[in-house]
Structures are given as C-alpha cells and as structure tokens.
C-alpha cells in the first residue's frame, strides 16, 4: 500500500476525473493534498452528490464496502484528499484482516475434518 500513489489517485482519478471537475472549471492544480472539499468559499465546493460518487468510485477501485455514508462520515473521512486517502488505507486494512480471519477459519476447518477423518480410522 503506497500512500503516495494512493493519494495521486485520489485527487486525479477519483476527485477531479471521476467528479468533472475541469467542465466547472476547477484546474486540477487547485486539488491539492489539503485542500477541503466541501463546506465554505475556500473549499472546492462539492456536494453530498459527490461524497457519494467518490464513495462509489473508491468501492469501484479497492474493492472494498462502506458501511456508513452519512453526514459525519463526510464529514470527518471525506474532508480532504488526504483524509480519504487515510480512509481507504483503513479500509483496505480491514479487508486484509477481515481475508485473514477468514483463511484462518478455512484452515482450522480443514484440520478439524483431517482430524474425524483420522478419528474414524
């Protein structure tokens, strides 16, 4: 998980591609790693349209669900490009558990079967 290209792909592909931002005439320059994203004049302005379709774009993207999409979750995970960026970190951690647990519990199931196999002999 490389940070730095995870953030890249943020703000190019998932912000200012996917939101079309060009056609509202926001130059890509103005995504910044910091800028905020809604709220007042000094934000680029995006609306609760937006978070969810840069929410789709990072389930799309990554593979991965999100749960809650309310305001608060905007609020706090959507903020910056940086802030997402941090949020599909999250999320793509849960999944390497969550897919760890889960190869855990097949290969404990496989040696609990091995063993009444064993049992039966």
Known sequence: MDRKKILEKVKKEL???RLKLEDIGIDY?????D?????DEKSLGLTSVDALEIAM???KEYDVKIIKLDEETV????????TITD???ELLKQKENM???DNTDIKEDLKQK??????KK
């Open 15 to 17: 912000i200012y591609d």
């Open 29 to 33: 320059s103005e995504v910044t790693d």
């Open 35 to 39: 800028v905020e994203l809604f709220g």
């Open 57 to 59: 774009g990072i389930q």
């Open 75 to 82: 609020k706090e995970k959507f903020k910056t490009p940086n």
């Open 87 to 89: 949020f599909i970190i």
């Open 99 to 101: 897919n760890k647990d």
């Open 114 to 119: 091995d063993n009444l196999k064993k049992d």
